[in-house]
């Protein structure tokens, strides 16, 4: 358990991405900019020695009954992924709302549909192309974000989905997601999305990361359609996105 939580490592991680966002940040148009990041693994390991289970149907199984942490103790679903098991495209949000607590599945809200959309516009979609989850699997309290220990408690089952789907992208939607991939305690996300991380350390190596905004966050921001609003954002991204996955 140590050793996977010493993947986590809080101060080295924010100062490594940190440091190599400031570099990059002067560009007006960051999209193609590359930064490396060591953030879910500072130290070499082997991942067959260190992932705790030994498949993802048997991380979902243990997700399914887990009462690591309190907030087992609102929900009604344990909300583990949607998608497909081989996506190259991994979304990770930061956690279940009201909709997918209910329904059991992630991003299946109003924010959610917004997500299917962006996607979609690209022609990418979770019944072919994506694999869909959360730093935690289970609903927190009046929709707040996830607490660090929550996340570090829930840890296990994101390292077994992005081991064995073994995606070559990975988007993290929003800051919290950020947050707990890059184990970053202040994320910018006006200034990181868009921006490609290439992922360092035996989990995320040869994976390329990009933060994007969360759509629930595009939604705040639905009537301005400016090329430089969240919107107008976004769709750069998405086509970006799309350029790399059609060249993987
Ligand atoms: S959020 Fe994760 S660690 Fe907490 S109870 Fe749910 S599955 Fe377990």
Known sequence: MESQ???FTQKENE????ARSEATKQSPDVTRNKIASSALSESPRNDSETI???SLSEAKAAAMKCTNCELCKGRTNVVFSDGIETAKIMIIGEGPGENEDLQGLPFVGRAGQLLDKIFTSVNLNRKEHLYICN???CRP???RAPLP???DACRDYLEAQIQYVNPKIIILAGATAVKGILKMREVKITKMRGQWIDGTGS???GRKLMPIFHPSYLLRHEWNKAPDSPKGLMWKDIQEIKRVFDNL
């Open 52 to 54: 705790k289970y030994k």
């Open 203 to 205: 989990l995320l190596e």
């Open 149 to 151: 220990e929550e996340a």
């Open 5 to 7: 939580l010493n993947l």
């Open 135 to 137: 730093i935690v699997k």
């Open 15 to 18: 100062k490594n991405v940190i």
């Open 141 to 143: 309290p009046d929709n």
